[in-house]
């Protein structure tokens, strides 16, 4: 049986990772954009200035003091401002794209390109017309676009101004850019995402937050994902209200404009299993679970379950619900469940509360080598994960991230022999070929994260390659931005040419 005839084959990629000309054409700033570079041993930082002059820095988890504004500082890297310069080259990569036969690409749309500061009345025509331009070279050749209308992106203006996510009113300038590219894109977009990863957003980069609590902060945690500082949890969990409302609204003004669209909710879904048999694991690993999956039960059943109120205990928090939300969280459940999955993770009762790299809670599994970067390499974890997500939710699943952080290196003859990266995609195309076989678990697609080298956001080196293309650049901003295909390229050509028959 194997894969369906219409599988979607492809990769994925981030407007802010991939798209540089930070400032070109009228794009405003985002927060994404005042990040600066770092690597493993050195988190990256966001710069803020208060009125009165003093300066701090957060890390990428945090909120930024209240009354403070992020900033650019001369003399610091900024990996997104240039990043692997699709804005000049995406002629050129869609070509390598279509060279290895892709069906689909991910990309995400930023939102300041569209809307400089997100509350403007008018879309930036330039913003729009650069996408047009990237839609309609992925139509020539054949590739269909698969639009994450919210990646990783915040407008500046929309935290400084209105304090992000916690305030409802971006529930409108959210539904507003939204629907500008429906109506713009309405002939050449089919499948869209509404928000990356909503289960781990948090803190000012990705929610545009601000606490007064954050002001003691330049000690504090930076970006883990499942984890989430106790003084800023309840103005995260308000803020991801709001975004699942906007969420549940955009799918409705889509289908107004194109009822064939399809609509996509977006987590972060890596695997959790207990370290042992004992109780306290067992079940300490469910809870931890249930800690991602309380958005996607609210994206998909379309209310919220009877434990998010023990989460929200945790973090003495209560949500406020307006009138009309729950209505509306019922009435537009997403189409189908794209997620990202990269390792599975270990919860252990005696390290509940500590981090390892990778940032995800949890303990080393004996069982499974590990990335350079540590995270754990576990393609049986994804065959796992695709049958719990189908029988909790029965929608058609969508494999939108999955791949390798790797160090790669550039022969002589300038071959790259990515082996390591071939046999990680192999497992994992192989445990999705058995979701689909043996458990007859409907599998939509399959698009690995950073196809083509991309800023890791993570850490912001360039050195975390996760491409079948490779890209001259390096942490610093040092290279010349020539694209050669890695032996991966070729390889995963293969893979769907045979249409995941041979690996
Ligand atoms: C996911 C994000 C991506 C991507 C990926 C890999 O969480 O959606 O934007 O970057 O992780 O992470 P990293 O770049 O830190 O290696």
Redesign the pocket.
């Known amino acids: 049986m194997g894969f369906p005839q219409n599988f979607l084959w492809g990769g994925a990629t981030?407007a802010n990772?991939y798209e540089g000309g930070y400032a070109e054409d009228g794009k405003g700033l985002a927060v994404a954009d005042l990040i600066t570079d770092g690597n493993k041993e050195q988190p990256r930082r966001i710069f803020y200035r208060f009125p009165d002059g003093r300066e701090g820095t957060i890390g990428l988890g945090e909120c930024i003091p209240a009354g403070a504004q992020g900033i650019l500082k001369d003399d610091y890297y900024y990996p997104s401002h240039v990043a692997t310069d699709f804005y000049h080259h995406y002629k050129e990569d869609i070509a390598l794209f279509a060279e290895m036969g892709f069906k689909v690409l991910r990309l995400s749309i930023s939102w300041t390109r569209i809307f400089p500061n997100g509350d403007d009345q008018q879309p930036n025509e330039a913003g729009l017309a650069f996408y047009d331009k990237v839609f309609d070279e992925m139509l020539t050749h054949g590739i269909e676009p698969l639009v994450t209308i919210l990646?990783?992106d915040m407008p500046v203006h929309l935290a400084t101004a209105y304090g992000g996510w916690a305030n409802r009113k971006l529930i409108d300038f959210y539904l507003r850019y939204a629907s500008t590219v429906f109506q713009r894109y309405r002939n050449k977009v089919k499948y869209w995402v509404t928000v990356?990863?909503v289960n781990?957003l948090g803190g000012y980069w990705t929610l545009g937050l601000s606490n007064d609590a954050a002001s003691e902060a330049g000690s504090k945690k930076s970006y883990n994902q499942g984890e989430t500082p106790d003084a800023e949890a309840g103005l995260k969990f308000q803020a991801l209200h709001h975004l699942m409302v906007a969420s549940a609204l955009a799918n409705k003004a889509a289908k107004i404009i194109n009822p064939d669209f399809q609509m996509g909710a977006m987590l972060?879904l890596s695997g959790i299993y207990p370290a042992t048999c004992h109780p306290e694991d067992v079940f300490g690993a469910y809870a931890f679970r249930r800690k991602a999956l309380l958005f996607s039960d609210v994206l998909f059943h379309g209310e919220y379950p009877n434990y998010a109120q023990s989460i929200f205990d945790e973090y003495g928090f209560t949500l406020k619900m307006e009138q009309g939300d729950a209505e509306i969280l019922k009435a537009y459940p997403s189409d189908f469940l794209a997620f990202?999955y990269?390792r599975t993770t270990v919860f252990d009762r005696f390290s509940a509360n500590t981090t390892t790299t990778g940032g995800q809670q949890g303990a080393p599994n004996p069982y499974l080598q590990t990335t350079a970067?540590g995270w754990p390499i576990d393609p049986d974890g994804l065959r796992y994960v695709l049958n719990e997500l189908y029988d909790r939710y029965q929608k058609p699943l969508f494999i939108v991230?999955n791949g390798m952080?790797a160090k790669d290196t550039v022969n002589a003859d300038g071959t790259i022999e990515d082996d390591y990266r071939i046999d990680y995609l192999r497992g994992h195309i192989r445990a999705i070929k058995e979701a689909i076989e043996k458990d007859h678990v409907p599998v939509m697609g399959y698009t690995p994260?950073?196809c083509i080298d991309i800023v890791?956001?993570?850490?912001g080196e360039m050195a975390?390659r996760y491409g079948m293309i490779y890209v001259d650049m390096d942490d610093k901003g040092h290279g010349t931005l020539k694209r050669s295909r890695k032996k991966s390229f070729y390889w995963y050509q293969h893979v769907i040419k045979t249409n995941g028959e041979e690996l």
């Open positions: 981030a990772q990646h990783f990356n990863e781990v972060a990202s990269y970067w991230e952080g994260w950073g890791s956001a993570g850490t975390k």
